[in-house]
């Protein structure tokens, strides 16, 4: 069995009378690369803050690698990298400075651990002497990334690396954790894209400071116990109010150029649900049975808060 690389015990912060974390609980495995999955203002980054000993929580307990998040801060912070959701290296030092910068702070040098960083850096290292600042958001992402891992972290935590970039970046980035995973780092990333999630080995969906659920992706999806059906037509804009009305939805949300209709019984079939819209005016009607993804799953838990 795999030792336990960061715990949290019934974690709870608040700013003021906003509640932005309430009883998290859960832990990472050694090596695991675990996701926090929820849109703005879920309490991800509070989390990840109180996690790198940045801000203390107003109870409950955490440790990573052991360490306790108050009393043995100073040790958890020579062992975590951490990737704020802004860009935060300095704007007037080159990549190159930037880098070195931060491995001096951590008492090493980049070629000590150029091996860690070799695929990342490389992709950036034509641009070594160019202004920070001036970076694309690829680029920043990148140089970021190499700044939490010059010092060889234990754990390394990313706060919505991917947010603000193009997909190719976004598609990029992620083969690059799952290169850091296999030489062993336990990584944990926040995202409000669900469609990361599936990248992860365990996510944890979080809302409004509360954990939805806790699993692995294809276990999250396979709990999900509706019928659902993508449904289009050629009045998109009032065919999810109509949707609401039909007396089989269970729920009905709008999902890119279709809308996702789960229904609350297997016995209720598409002819019914034609026949109901045929009856609205609608035309050119189309009705597809669907999979769930995670982000149905995680609408399907929003009312249980």
């Known amino acids: 069995m795999k030792k336990i690389s960061v715990t949290t015990e019934n974690i709870t912060k608040s700013y003021g009378n906003v509640k932005a974390l309430d009883n998290i609980s859960f832990s990472v495995k050694n090596g695991e690369l675990f996701g926090l999955i929820g849109p703005d203002g879920a309490g991800k980054t509070t989390l ?44 007037d030092l080159s990549v190159e400075e930037n880098l070195k910068f931060f491995a001096t702070i951590f008492g090493t040098t980049i070629k000590e651990n150029y091996d860690l960083i070799r695929d990342i850096y490389i992709q950036i290292e034509p641009f070594k002497d160019r202004q920070a600042g001036k970076l694309s958001g690829g680029m920043k992402q ?135 819209l045929k009856n609205k005016d609608y035309k050119n009607i189309e009705i597809k049975r669907i999979q769930a993804n995670i982000e149905d799953c995680f609408m399907a838990l929003m009312p249980n808060l």
């Open 48 to 91: 990840f803050r109180i996690l790198t000993s940045l801000l203390i929580q107003d109870s409950g307990n955490a440790e990573v690698e052991g360490y306790d998040v108050i009393k043995d801060y100073k040790k958890i912070r020579k062992i975590v990298g951490y990737m704020p959701g802004r860009f935060s290296l300095y704007y």
């Open 142 to 276: 990148k140089l970021a990334l190499s700044c939490a891992l010059i010092h060889k972290p234990d754990v390394l935590f990313l706060d919505e690396p991917t947010t603000g970039v193009d997909a190719v970046s976004r598609k990029e980035f992620w083969e690059m954790l799952k290169k850091l995973q296999k030489k062993g780092i336990t990584i944990i990333v926040s995202t409000p894209y669900m469609d990361e999630a599936s990248l992860c080995d365990r996510v944890a969906l979080i809302q409004k400071g509360k954990i939805l659920e806790i699993n692995t992706p294809e276990n999250i999806i396979h709990r999900y116990r509706f019928p659902l059906l993508a449904v289009k037509s050629e009045d998109m804009y009032h065919l999810a109010d109509d949707l609401k009305e039909f007396r089989g939805a269970e729920s009905v949300f709008r999902f890119g150029d279709s809308i996702h209709l789960s229904l609350k019984d297997e016995k209720i079939d598409e002819t019914g649900l034609r026949k109901y």
